[in-house]
Nanobody, 124 residues
Framework: QVQLVESGGGLVQAGGSRRLSCAAS????????MAWFRQAPGKEREFVAV????????DYSDSVKGRFTIARDNAKNMVYLQMNSLKPEDTAVYYC?????????????????WGQGTQVTVSS
């Protein structure tokens, strides 16, 4: 089992920045690819960013590429999402997820463990 707890959400103005954090506990954190997903009201959960277990590979959705950066610190069992140039359409609940699979993935069903989510609201 891996337990994931997100933090850092809140209200931010358009154009602003926010950093989300995800604290992991349980099984060996460094064995898992880690990702951020988000879900807006009335919409399906969507991929945002993923980072490989060593941090050597990452991938982003087109909607956040160039604005968001994912990072991890295996010594602290933490993963982060730095969000810059925020837009109202970035408003969603953001979820941290862990995947033991062989390659990094954008697919929701590939992920074995999920946090409870943290709300990010971007005002215009």
């Amino acid at each position: 089992q891996v337990q994931l707890v997100e933090s850092g959400g809140g209200l931010v103005q358009a154009g602003g920045s926010r950093r989300l954090s995800c604290a992991a506990s349980g099984r060996t954190f460094s064995n898992y690819h880690m990702a951020w997903f988000r879900q807006a009201p009335g919409k399906e959960r969507e991929f945002v960013a993923v980072i490989s277990w060593r941090g050597s590979m990452s991938d982003y959705s087109d909607s956040v590429k160039g604005r968001f950066t994912i990072a991890r610190d295996n010594a602290k069992n933490m993963v982060y999402l730095q969000m810059n140039s925020l837009k109202p359409e970035d408003t969603a609940v953001y979820y941290c997820a862990a995947d033991r699979g062989g390659s990094i993935s954008q697919r929701v069903y590939e992920y074995d463990y999920w946090g409870q989510g943290t709300q990010v609201t971007v005002s215009s």
